[in-house]
């Protein structure tokens, strides 16, 4: 019963390659691709997997939620996904642990953190110095939602570690429902959590780590060396559905991408959607082209070192192939 429980749950992730519940066609190429969280925040990739972009490139495309970074690497470097979608930095650990046949890089997909402070009452002019003394929820250590976080927090000359208290016990995911049920002043929290905090009157959203943090390469779909090489077609064919998914969202108003994306989340009202979708395009979270360029990489090696993650640089050129995003640019 597990094993058919879990089956569904995995179909049911899978986007349109084809069509939603049906077998996808024979003569295309299986991918699956494997994301770090199932999010309103990546709605470039949903678009292209809506509107049908990766099966006209050929592919049939597999989504599969693993629900964190390190699930995500494990599963790309484990074989059973082709394609990861996850924080960079997970490439650069692996590669830093020694690993062959590591990840690389081939395409970048949002520029901005995705995150949003949330407090427990209502607050219009907030200021970071305002955490001082608080108990905030933030996230994994390593990760790039805590690592953006004490980025802006260092900015703002706070010291994470002894300005405030930073809980990092509570599981991707719930630590909304642990915000509800009274932990915490304030919470860091992904859309729909957000916003679905506001509309309970649990929480209100008084900050934007994206805009606050500025530019960060925050996501980008990752491959096994060995992958790449073997499949490039598979690899251009992939990242040219997705620049169609980026070229629809920056051409479309939030209305008519949060009803391309709304199968894709069918537990949240439509009118959600838009309004997170509205909120993600206000701050530029999306770039125009997928190429990952080595001031990104830079700048997310500094977050990294800032945060006490990396004790040396890796190299631009092994962790990162723009080969196919440039040719997909428009």
């Known amino acids: 019963m597990a094993a058919l429980l879990l089956a569904g749950v995995l179909w049911g992730c899978a986007g ?20 770090v969280a199932h999010s309103i925040f990546y709605a470039p ?38 394609i990861g979608f996850m924080g960079s930095e997970s490439t650069i650990y692996t590669y830093k642990e020694g690993a062959s046949d590591y990840a690389v890089n081939f395409a970048q997909l949002t520029q901005r953190a995705g995150n949003f402070l949330v407090s427990r009452e209502p607050i219009e002019d907030f200021t970071w110095d305002m955490l ?52 915490g002043d304030f919470s860091v929290e992904f859309e729909p ?31 096994r060396k060995s992958y790449i090489e073997k499949n490039p077609a598979v690899i251009e064919a ?26 894709q989340f069918e537990e949240t009202e439509l009118s ?14 999306w770039k125009t082209d997928l190429i990952f360029t080595e001031e990104s990489f830079t700048l997310l090696e500094n977050i990294l070192e800032e945060a006490g993650e990396l004790d040396g640089r890796v190299p631009y050129e092994d962790l990162v192939d723009t080969t196919f995003a440039k040719k997909a640019a428009p």
Not at 67 to 76: E, H, Q, R, S, V
Not at 240 to 256: F, I
Request: proline letters at 4%.
């Open 238 to 263: 992939f990242t040219r559905a997705l620049q169609k998914g980026m070229d629809y969202v920056q051409t479309h108003t939030p209305a008519e991408i949060a009803k391309v994306i709304a199968p």
């Open 45 to 82: 990739m949903y678009v292209a997997i809506e509107e049908g972009y990766f099966a006209d490139e050929g592919l049939d495309l597999t989504l599969v939620t693993g629900f964190g970074a390190d699930k995500t690497m494990t599963a790309l470097l484990t074989g059973e996904a082709d």
């Open 132 to 183: 001082i003394g608080k108990d905030v929820l933030g996230g994994r250590a390593g990760g790039m939602p805590e690592m953006v976080f004490e980025y802006i927090l260092k900015k703002n000359d706070i010291d994470p570690a002894n300005d405030l208290s930073i809980d990092q016990s509570i599981d991707f995911g719930s630590t909304a429902a642990a915000f509800s049920g009274g932990q």
């Open 193 to 223: 959590h957000a916003t679905s905090l506001e509309t309970k009157g649990d929480g209100y959203v008084v900050a934007s780590l994206g805009e606050d943090s500025g530019y960060v390469p925050y996501t980008a779909f990752s491959a």
């Open 16 to 35: 349109k390659a084809g069509e939603r519940g049906g077998s996808a066609p024979s003569d295309k190429t299986p991918v699956v691709l494997n994301e």
């Open 272 to 285: 959600t959607i838009e309004t997170i979708v509205g909120r993600y395009a206000a701050q530029d979270t």
